[in-house]
Structure formats: C-alpha cells, structure tokens
C-alpha cells in the first residue's frame, strides 16, 4: 500500500487555520447528538461529517478540489478494505448471534460454577486469542461479542464492563498479531540506518513489544476480575438463565475454529469469514438452531434474515468511518495535518531520546484521535514523521514501529465520542431484552486494557524501559553501546485485516 504523498494544493479564505472547520463541526456535532440530545444515531454523526464537510467548503478558495481531495479520502484503499470487512464480518456476528452461541457458554460456564469476575476474565483472555489468531479487531470483536455479551451479563457480569472488556480484548491482536495489517504497516514504515531501503521485520516488531502488551493485560486481568462481578439483572434472572442454557449452539464453535485456522494459515480474512458464513449455516441448519428463512426472507415487504440484519447494521457506521475519512483527505491536502505535526516536531523537547519519543507518542495519540480511532491512515500520516525523528536519534525501527502501533491501539480508540470503535460497541449493546442499550461513556469505561497499554508505553518512555537503539548493522543497542542478542530477524509477509 503505498503512501501517495501530494503537496499541499487546497487554499482557504481565512487560512490554513479554515481546514480545520470540518473536523470542529464533526466534533461538535457529535457531543451534541451523544452528550447533549442523549442520542446514538449513527447516520445522524456521519451527517455532522457532511454537514462540516459543507461548511468547510464555503471558506474553500477551490471549491471543486476540495471535494475532490475529499472524495480522494473516501476512496483510500484501506477505508475502502475496511468498510468492505465490516459488512462481511457484520453478517457473520449476525450468524453467531442467531444461532444463541451464547447459551451454550452459559451452559457450560453453569457448569464449571464460573461467574461474575472470573467469567469476565475469561471473556477477555479468550477475545485476546481470537483477535491475535486472526490479526483482526472487527473479525474478533464482530465473532465474541454476541457469544459473550449477554453470557456474561447473566452470570453476573456489569454490562458496561464486560462491553469494554470484548472491544479491548479485539485492540489486544490488533496490536499484537504479526498478521494484522496495523503490525504490517508499522513495521513497513520504519526504515534501518545502515539499510535505508529495508523496512523493519515483522517478527522482530512482535517480539520486542510482547512484553507491554504482556504487562498492560495482566493487569488488567486482576482489574477486570475485581470490578466485573456483583451484577444483577433483577427478579427472574434465575428463569432468564434456565431459558438460555442450551449445549447445542456450542457446535457453532466448529465454524469459528476454522475460521481461525484459515485466517491464520492463509492471512486472509475474507476467506476466513466467507468459510465461516457457509460452514456456519450449514451446521446451524443441521442442528435446528436456524431455519432456512432465518438466512434471507420478505415478510411483509420487510427483508429479514442474518446476512441482511448484519449487512444494514453497519451502514450507520460505514457512513461515519466514510465520512471521516473525506473530512481527513481535507486537511491532509490542506496541508492543516502537517502544520500539526510539524509544530509538534519543532518543538524544543524534541532535543533528547525521551523528549522525542514523548513528542511522538502525544502527535500519534492527537493524530489518531482526530480520525476517529481508525488506525491505519494514522499510521501512514504518521510513519514517515516516526521514521525520520526517530532515525536521527538513533531509535531502533523496532522500538518506533512499537510506539507508532502501540499508542495508536491504546488512548484513541477509547475516547467514548471519537472513536468509531466505541461507536461499534456500543451498537452491538442493542436488541437484549434482559438489558438496555449502553451509551458510548459506559463502554469506554470498561476498556481498561487500553487505558493500561496507553500507561505501560508512556512509562516506558519516561523510565527508558525497553528503549533500544539501532547497532551499526541494524542490531538491537542498549543506551551504553551494549548489543542485545535477538532471535526474530526474520521478515514475515502477511495482508490486511
């Protein structure tokens, strides 16, 4: 995926200060519908984005590039990849969420006596898996959540909690797996001293930041299982449990076995997901936990089914991450995205190892919580500007490409009225009878993993922890001069999510 860099060409009356208008209305727009009005309409928020899109277009000097350069954004090859995952993954949390996969770990956790916080903390390990396996935040977040959401909250787990814990266990592969495309394209962006021309490997990246995914989840582990617990969907939950303990849909485990198999073994998520669709209907089929009219039917002139239920559940949140990504070819041409970034930079802490690695860490957490908590045109907005301060100060691609993943997977995909990830959650709260619809607070408030990683990375900075520097063949230095023997130095390929 190349990073197409283009000068800056849009002009505005008022300034370079006037690109920044869209993204101003976009945001209070949203506090508006989601703090003020109490509201979580997804195609409301994506229209404040088109509402700032049109006001930003009074004060434009071009009128007709500046919807061209925001078309351009809307177009992005990862914006469009991602939003066609959202829709194939959407349909198979569909599936998932039919066939009651749910009570049949509610049978099964009735069955080892687990509850509360420890159920909890078995929800978050087993996301952490399933995210890492696949290298996929939506595929893992789209496949545990209509397991383990409403499992949880009948044993006991506090909705707002176990909703965080489900979304942050997704984050946990995101940054981790070697084939997630947020690994892929940190590493790729981070070039050697001594080579250049030669990217980071992917297999060094993964080891060398293990230990403060490692740290974040441990601790967030013993959180999880002390505040989890004590919950109480009120009189009749006993008979709620009853009613939902079926072994059956546990088979519906198959599908998502080998969903994972293939996305590991192949690195294609498609595939993964197209497999676990088909299988996935065929066994729910067999074993009567859906019919054929649960797959796609009319009644009434209503559409109805799984693959159009999970289909239209993502067109709100399509529409958000789309318009985002226009309000964002804005101010990337504008030049308004530089301005920032380059302010940052020339900044007078920037004159140390640690001064700069904090300069960094607070642009890519800026950076990537303007656009909404999408990771991947951060990482391409801010790759070359890790490369290049970190390559003067000697930083090794390792550690940069760590710093440029880590914080982007941390602070800003947990801000509850930004981040599209929170946004997604908090949709998938919806259609339980036993409980009601979360707002974005509450699920922000339970994604302590990602408030941990964000903690971990910036005390690493400040303590120099797991700082290292790149020897004069591209080796793993301590700050003295030391070498520091590493295993992984081989480059492993894979592909997007």
Known sequence: MANEKREPTLKFRGGIAAAFIPLVVYCIG???????????????????????????????????????????????????????????????????????????????????????????????LATCI???????????????????????????????????????????????????????????????????????????????????????????CVIYGLIAGGYSIGEGAEEILTASMDP?????????????????????????????????????????????????????????????????????????????????GIMKESGALDAVINAILNSKLANTTRGAELLLALSMTLVTSIMGGAQDPALIAMGPVFDEVGRKKNIHPYRRAEMLDGFSNSLPVSLPFISCYVFLTTALTSGYDFVEPLSTYQVSSGMVYTFLLFAVLIFSILSGWGRIYEGPNGEIMKEDGSFIKHPYSITMKGTKK
């Open 30 to 124: 949203t506090i508006f519908i989601c703090v003020v009005w109490k509201a979580l309409d997804f195609n409301a928020i994506a229209m404040m984005a088109i509402i700032g899109l049109l006001i930003g277009s009074l004060f434009s000097k071009t009128f007709s590039e500046y919807w061209e350069a925001a078309g351009r954004g809307m177009a992005d090859e990862i914006c469009v990849y991602t939003l066609l995952i959202l829709f194939v993954v959407g349909m198979f949390g569909a599936l998932i969420k039919a066939c009651n996969v749910s009570n049949g770990f509610v049978w099964l956790a009735t069955q080892v006596h687990l509850s509360g916080g420890g159920f909890a903390v078995f929800v978050f």
């Open 130 to 220: 399933v995210s890492t396996a696949t290298g996929s935040s939506f595929a893992a977040l789209y496949s545990c959540f209509p397991i383990f959401y409403p499992s949880a909250v009948l044993l006991g787990c506090k909705p707002p909690i176990v909703a965080g814990i489900i979304i942050a266990g997704a984050i946990f592969g995101d940054n981790l797996a070697p084939i997630s495309d947020t690994t892929i394209l940190s590493a790729s962006v981070q070039k050697y001293n001594c080579r250049p021309h030669e990217a980071a490997d992917i297999g060094g990246c993964v080891a060398t930041r293990f230990k403060y995914s490692l740290v974040a989840g441990i601790i967030s």
């Open 248 to 328: 059956r849909p546990l088979v519906m485990l198959i599908p998502v076995a080998i969903m994972l198999v293939i996305a590991i073994k192949t690195r294609n998520i498609f595939k993964a997901i197209v497999t676990g669709i088909l299988l996935g209907t065929v066994i729910g089929l067999a074993f009567g936990l859906i019919t054929p009219s649960s797959i796609l039917n009319c009644t009434d002139g209503v559409v109805e089914g799984f693959l159009y239920s999970g289909f239209s559940g993502m067109i709100g949140v399509v529409l958000i991450i789309l318009c985002l990504n226009g309000v964002m």
